[in-house]
C-alpha cells in the first residue's frame, strides 16, 4: 500500500482511501482530502516533518505519522 | 427585540477584519464558559438593535474540537436569527464545505465572499447569482479589508433575520442517502425543533456521538436508524460519516465547477509562494526563524539601543511607579508642615503596599504590549504557522505544539505575556501543557535570585547561571513527557493537520486592537488580583508583635519596623518545617520560607526579602560583591541548600502576576489549580531529590529516612518518564471516537 507518506516532493497523487477513523480521519477529510482528491506533495519541514501539501488550492501541513493513513494511488 | 447575527467562517478567511469592520469599537471580548476559547460580541455600527456574535474560526462543524462545539452549540441552542458565512473567495473550495453544514442547521445565511478584491485580481470570475440559487442562499461580494459590501451583508443578514426566511436547502447528497436522511426525519419529527430537522437526521447519520447522547432516543428508533445507516454504508462500501464528507466536497466540486471561471495562473507562483520558497527553505529556515525570534525578542525585552518594550519598563519602573505616582500620593496625603492629612498606616498602605506593589507589577505593561504587538503582526502576516510547522518536529516530543516555542521564549524576559502568548496554539491540549511549563523558565525577575546565590556561595561563576537555564528548561522537558501520558492530556488527541495561509500584508487595525485586549486584560487583573495580594502581604510584613525579643513581655499585636517581628516571621516559622526535607534547616529556615512567600508577589522581591531579613535595608545594591550580605548568607547557606533553594524558587508557583495570567487563560479554576499545583509538586521534588541526594555525596546531608524518599521520588519520577503511554496517541486515533468536551 502506498501512502502519501512515501510520496516525493513535485509528484502529485490521488488520494485512494484514508484509513483509520474517529476525529484523525475526519479532520483530514474536513480539509479537503477526500476519496479522489489530487494532492501535491509541496516540500517537507526543514526538521523532516511535518510535510505541507497543495490540496484544493491551498496549503496544508500535515505530520508524516498521519500522512501514513492516507493511501495514494 | 435585538436581531442576533453569528458571524461565521474557516479560520483566515478575513473574519476578524470583518467582525471588526461591523461592529468598531463596541466590542466585548471574554471567553466561552469554561474553556479557553475566546468570544467577541458587538453590536453593527449604526444599528443599536443588531448584536454581531463573533464564532471561532472553523472548517467544520464536526465534534471533535473545541471551537466546533462550542460554535455548533451556540447555533443549535440560542438559534441566531441569521448567519453571515465568511468565505474565503480565493479558497472557495474548502471554504465552501462550511457552508455546506451551515446551510443545513435552517437558520438564514449569508454568504460573504470575501476577498473578491483578490479573486478580481487574479483574474478570477465568480457568478454570485448561481452560487446562491446551488446553495440556497445570498451572496454578497465583500473585501472586508478595503471595506467594501460587509455593512451591505451584515443589513441583508438583519433584514432576513427579522424575517426568519430561511432558503430553500438544496439536496446535496445523493439518491440513497437523502433517501435515508429523509427516513430518519420522518422517525424523529417531533422529538427536535422542525428547524433543526435536517441537521439532526444528519448527524445522526453521521452516528454523532454529541446528538446521539442530547437527544437519547430509545433503543428501538436507535436500531431502526441504524439499518438505514447500514444500508447505505453497505452499499457505497464506506463509513457513513466519510460518505457524508466526500458527496459534500462532491457537491462542492460541481458548484465551483458551473459558478466559478478560474484564469489558470499555471505554473507562475504568487509572491506568497516565493517567501514561503525562503522561508520555509530546508537551509535557511531555522537561521530566518532564529533571527526573527532574536529581533523580536531585543525590542521588547533586550537592553539595546532600540529595545523599546525595556525602556518603556524601566521609565514605568523607574520614573512613573517611583516618581511620580508616589508624589502625586504625597501631595493629596501630606498637607502643610508635612502633617499627613490621613492616619499613618493608611499613607503606609497606599504607598508601601498599594503604589509599590500594583506598579511594580504594571511597570511590565510596556514589554506586554511591545511584544504582544509583535507577535500580532507574526500572526496577521502568517508566519505563526510556518513556526509550527518549522518547530513542530521538536516539540512535539514532549507534549507540546511547535508554536510552544514562542512563549517559552518570551518567558525568559516574563512570563506573563509568555503565558498570554499561548493564544496562538490552537489545540487545546497543547495550550494547556504549555500554559503548565511555560512558568518554569528563568524569566528576568528571578535572574537577582540567581545572582545572589552566584555571588555569595558560588563566587560568581557564570556556570550557576546557565545551570538554572538547563533546570528550566529540564523542566519543561521533564514535564511535557511525563503530563502527555496522563489521560487529561492523551485523552484527546491533536491531529496535527494545519493550514498554510498565504501571507498578507498585516492589517493595522486588528493588530492594534489584539495588541490592546492583551495588554488592557493583563491592567484589569493588576487591578484586582494583585492589588488584593498587594494588600495582603503588605499587611503581613508591616505588623506584627511590637514586643518581639522583649523578655517576658506578652505578644502585641501592632506596626513592626523590623521584618523579623511581623506576623510573616510567625507564618515564616510556622510553615518552615514542610521545607525541613529541602535541607532549609537552622536559622535560614524561616527567612528561606518567608523569601519564598513574598516572592510570590514578584520573583525579585526574594532578594529584596533576603537584603530586609540579614538588615541591611534597601538601598543596598545585593548584586554587589562588596555588600556584607554575601557573608551573611554565606554563613546560613551550603551550597546544596542554596541549589534547594534555588531550585525550589525557580520551579514553584510563579509570581501572582502570572498566576493570573494562567488563570485567565484556563478560564477554569479547576485546571488552574492542577497547573499550579504541579510547578509547585515538581518544584518540591525536584528541590527535595537535588538537596538528599547531592548533599549525601558532599556531605551537606546525612543519611536518613528523607535520603530513601529521595531515591523513592526519583525512581518514581523516571518510572513516570520511560512508562508506555497506555493512551498513544496512534491507538486512540484508529479506535473509537473522541469528542471534545466542553
Known sequence: MKTLKDVKVGDTVTVVKLHGEGALKRRIMDMGVTRGTEVFVRKVAPLGDPIEVTVRGYELSIRKGDAQNIEVG | ???????????????????????????????????????????????????????????????????????????????????????????????????????????????????????????????????????????????????????????????LGAEHKAGQMPSVFNGSVEHAIAHIEESIQGKVSDQFLRWYAIKLFERDEKVIEELGLDKSLMSHIEEHIKDCEKEMDDDAESIITNQRYAYIAKVVQSAVRKKRSGTKLSTSDKIDRIVTNRILALPIFAAIMFVIYSIAMGSFPFSIGTMGTDWANDVLFGEWVPGLFDKLLIGAGDVLRVPEWLYALIQDGIVAGVG??????????????????????GYMARIAFIMDRIFRRFGLSGKSFIPLLVATGCGVPGIMSTRTIEQDRDRKMTIMTTGFIPCGAKIPIIGLFAGAIFNNSPWIATSAFFIGIAAVVISGIILKKFKAFAGEPAPFVMELPPYHAPSAGNVLRATWERGWSFIKRAGTVILISSIVLWFLQGYGNVNYGVEGAAFQFGAVDD??????????????????????????????????????????????????????????DLMDDSSPIWAAVRGDFGPITTYSFMIFNLLCAPCFAA????????????????????????????????????????????????????????????????????????????????????
Open chain 2, 1 to 159: 427585540m435585538d436581531i442576533k447575527i453569528a458571524l461565521a467562517g474557516n479560520p483566515n478567511s478575513g473574519k476578524t477584519t470583518m467582525f471588526n469592520d461591523l461592529t468598531g469599537s463596541n466590542q466585548r471580548v471574554g471567553n466561552w464558559p469554561g474553556v479557553t476559547v475566546e468570544k467577541k460580541e458587538g453590536r453593527l455600527k449604526g444599528r443599536k438593535d443588531v448584536i454581531i456574535q463573533d464564532l471561532p474560526g472553523i472548517y467544520s462543524l464536526s465534534p471533535y474540537t473545541l471551537e466546533e462545539v462550542v460554535s455548533r452549540t451556540y447555533l443549535v441552542n440560542e438559534h441566531p436569527d441569521a448567519i453571515i458565512d465568511i468565505v474565503d473567495g480565493t479558497n472557495i473550495e474548502r471554504n465552501l464545505y462550511l457552508t455546506t453544514q451551515l446551510i443545513e442547521l435552517g437558520i438564514p445565511v449569508v454568504i460573504a465572499l470575501n476577498m473578491v478584491d483578490l479573486v478580481r485580481k487574479n483574474g478570477d470570475v465568480i457568478d454570485l447569482n448561481k452560487l446562491g440559487q446551488a446553495l440556497g442562499c445570498e451572496v454578497i461580494a465583500t473585501s472586508a479589508l478595503k471595506g467594501e459590501g460587509s455593512k451591505q451583508a451584515a443589513e441583508r443578514a438583519a433584514q
Open chain 2, 360 to 381: 511594580a507589577v504594571l511597570g511590565f505593561v510596556p514589554q506586554i504590549l511591545v511584544l504582544c504587538l509583535l507577535l500580532s503582526i507574526l500572526e496577521d502576516i
Open chain 2, 563 to 620: 521584618n523579623n517581628h511581623s506576623l510573616l516571621r510567625y507564618i515564616g516559622d510556622g510553615i518552615a518545617w514542610i521545607f525541613y526535607p529541602l535541607g532549609w534547616i537552622g536559622d535560614m529556615a524561616w527567612k528561606a520560607a518567608v523569601a519564598t512567600f513574598t516572592g510570590l508577589i514578584a520573583k525579585e522581591e526574594v532578594v529584596n526579602t533576603f537584603g530586609v531579613l540579614y538588615n541591611y535595608a534597601g538601598e543596598v
Open chain 2, 659 to 742: 498566576m493570573g495570567a494562567i488563570k485567565r487563560e484556563m478560564n477554569n479554576s479547576k485546571w488552574t489549580l492542577a497547573a499550579i499545583g504541579w510547578m509547585c509538586g515538581f518544584a518540591y521534588v525536584a528541590a527535595l531529590i537535588t538537596y538528599q541526594i547531592g548533599g549525601l555525596f558532599t556531605g551537606e546531608a546525612t543519611f536518613g529516612i528523607f535520603t530513601v524518599i529521595a531515591f523513592i521520588l526519583l525512581a518514581g519520577v523516571i518510572y513516570l518518564m520511560v512508562r508506555k503511554n497506555s493512551y498513544k496517541e496512534d491507538v486512540i486515533r484508529l479506535s473509537g471516537k473522541h469528542t471534545a468536551n466542553v
